[in-house]
């Protein structure tokens, strides 16, 4: 059975959003955790090392000074990603910057989240078993992922 892509241009240019109210619910939630850990950890916290990318995995002093000089402007550029989206979470349709404000945004969920599950790119996140504890993490980052790709469809 084919699903209908939850995210679609329009004639106008703009972008079609097809969420329920149920999974606008669930975003804000995410994306409010997502701003609270941008804003209050610092880089030695793993939930977060693939928000802040090492940029010299082989010089310790020469990333710090990376982390240094360019933390504060990803982070400024994270949150203000995630204000854009809190500030559309109800919208039915978005403009082409928005739209681009989502895609961090729910790429960056779902980073954070991979990371907390150790996904990989073998792992079948829709596998797993239903007493596995963290299958309801799985499932959430497969619903991420599938709503990250209707986003960069729609965008083709």
């Known amino acids: 059975m084919l699903r209908r892509a939850r995210v679609r241009r329009t004639r106008k240019g703009t972008f079609r959003f097809d969420l329920t109210g149920d999974e606008r619910t669930v975003l804000r939630g995410l994306f409010e955790q997502l701003a609270s850990l941008v804003r209050g950890e610092g880089p030695s916290d793993e939930r977060v090392r693939r928000l802040f990318p090492t940029?010299?995995?082989?010089?310790?002093?020469?990333?710090?000074?990376?982390?240094?000089?360019?933390?504060?402007?990803?982070?400024a550029s994270r949150l203000a990603a995630i204000d854009t989206v809190l500030a559309t979470i109800d919208a039915a349709e978005l403009d082409a910057d928005q739209l681009d404000a989502w895609m961090a945004t729910v790429n960056g969920v779902r980073l954070v989240l991979g990371t907390m599950l150790s996904v990989d790119e073998d792992l079948d996140v829709f596998a797993a078993a239903a007493d596995d504890p963290d299958a309801e993490g799985y499932l959430l980052y497969g619903y991420l992922s599938g709503l990250l790709n209707d986003m960069v469809e729609a965008v083709l």
């Open 55 to 75: 940029a010299y995995a082989n010089d310790a002093d020469a990333d710090a000074e990376y982390q240094q000089l360019t933390r504060d402007d990803l982070v």
